[in-house]
Structures are given as structure tokens and as C-alpha cells.
Antibody
Framework: HVQLVESGGGVVQPGRSLRLSCAASGFTFSSYGMHWVRQAPGKGLEWVAV????????YYADSVKGRFTISRDNSKNTLYLQMNSLRAEDTAVYYCAKVLEQRLAIDVFDIWGQGIMVTVSS | DIQMTQSPSTLSASVGDRVTITCRASQNINSWLAWYQQKPGKAPQLLIYKASSLESGVPSRFSGSGSGTEFTLTISSLQPGDFATYYCQQYKFYLTFGPGTKVDIK
């Protein structure tokens, strides 16, 4: 059963850091590009970051560039999102997502995690 | 950056209705367009990719068409489980989602 499970969310003060994890199972994690997508309360979907299957290529949305870092550990089947200098506008449900085609980084998402809430508030 | 728009933003319909949602891109994205369905409190689910390819397991009442800058998602006969929000997504240049179309009960 293909599954993605996020963890690490919570309430954090502005300017602080948080690291999200996404544990993958049921597929060959090292063969797929992985993404983070977020959704602010009551709002639409916003793409955040992508990391290629081998970790060599990564891209970020302008809204998080320089503050967030995407990484992966293929030996642990886990994707990460290190979030620094958090702002109130980063408050959202964060989803990790797997791309449809092997070896592609930019592609559609066929599997999503359940989402994890991050609240940035003093 | 490629901007995506959707119309309408909200659509009221009844079970059995034919429903059409339009998505427009700010520049040519060929057929690099996907559609997702999202229900409240749930993660989105992929319906259509490459503008018209049906994802495995998705009912055939869902169909997609278009290329270039204008695309449509059609639900041929709306079912109770189809009341949800629908998002288009371009993936020609990085990724951008449309603002969403909420389909609710008339």
C-alpha cells in the first residue's frame, strides 16, 4: 500500500524554525521526485518545493526561497522540509506528494500525504 | 511565472447535471495540465493529467480537454461524491495551481 505520512507540525513563534518529515512506504522512494505543497486555512493550494529522486536538483517557490530547505534520505525513505525564519503567512497545512512518473522531478502528483498543520503565531 | 485562472469560482449543480469547469493559463503550456479533486479536510486526488489522460481508478464520467492556454474539466453526470473543490495545475514550468472551483449542491 503506497503511503506518505507527514509529521513534525505544530505551533511555532514567528522567526523560529520547524522541520517537517514525510515517511514513504509501498513504493521505491529513491526512484521518484518528491514535493511539498501547502494550503493556508480556507485557501487554495500553493506549491512549495521539489526535490529530484537522487537529491541533485531542488527548486522552491519564491515565497519560501532562502528560508526553506527540502532534502531527502533515500536510505530512510523520508523527505524533509526545514523551515526557518517562519512568518505568520506560512501558516498552512503542509502536504508531501509523490510524482507520477519515475525519474521526473516536475510532474503531477499521484500520491499525497494526509497533511500536517503548521501554525506560526506568537 | 505562469498564472492560472479558473471559472467559475463556485458552481451550484444537482445530481445528474453535466458540469464544466474552465482553466486558463497565462502562456502556452501545451498539454501540461492536470486536474485534482479535493474534499474538505482531505488531501487532493489526481483526476486528469496531460490535459486529457484519466488517472487510474478515476470514473469515466470525468474528462479533460484543451491545449495551449484553455482547458476544461467535464463531469458528464454529477454524482453525490463529486461535490468538492477542483483545482487545475500547470506543470510545464515548475508548478502552479489555479484558485479552485467549488462545486456545491443547488
Amino acid at each position: 500500500h503506497v503511503q506518505l505520512v507527514e509529521s513534525g507540525g505544530g505551533v511555532v513563534q514567528p522567526g523560529r524554525s520547524l522541520r517537517l518529515s514525510c515517511a514513504a512506504s509501498g513504493f521505491t522512494f529513491s526512484s521518484y521526485g518528491m514535493h511539498w505543497v501547502r494550503q493556508a486555512p480556507g485557501k487554495g493550494l500553493e506549491w512549495v518545493a521539489v526535490l529530484s529522486s537522487d537529491g541533485s536538483n531542488k527548486y522552491y517557490a519564491d515565497s519560501v526561497k532562502g528560508r526553506f530547505t527540502i532534502s531527502r534520505d533515500n536510505s530512510k525513505n523520508t523527505l524533509y522540509l526545514q523551515m526557518n525564519s517562519l512568518r505568520a503567512e506560512d501558516t498552512a497545512v503542509y502536504y508531501c506528494a509523490k510524482v507520477l512518473e519515475q525519474r521526473l522531478a516536475i510532474d503531477v502528483f499521484d500520491i499525497w500525504g494526509q497533511g500536517i498543520m503548521v501554525t506560526v503565531s506568537s | 511565472d505562469i498564472q492560472m485562472t479558473q471559472s467559475p469560482s463556485t458552481l451550484s449543480a444537482s445530481v445528474g447535471d453535466r458540469v464544466t469547469i474552465t482553466c486558463r493559463a497565462s502562456q502556452n503550456i501545451n498539454s501540461w495540465l492536470a486536474w485534482y479533486q479535493q474534499k474538505p479536510g482531505k488531501a487532493p486526488q489526481l483526476l486528469i493529467y496531460k490535459a486529457s489522460s484519466l488517472e487510474s481508478g478515476v470514473p469515466s464520467r470525468f474528462s479533460g480537454s484543451g491545449s495551449g492556454t484553455e482547458f476544461t474539466l467535464t463531469i458528464s453526470s454529477l454524482q453525490p461524491g463529486d461535490f468538492a473543490t477542483y483545482y487545475c495545475q500547470q506543470y510545464k514550468f515548475y508548478l502552479t495551481f489555479g484558485p479552485g472551483t467549488k462545486v456545491d449542491i443547488k
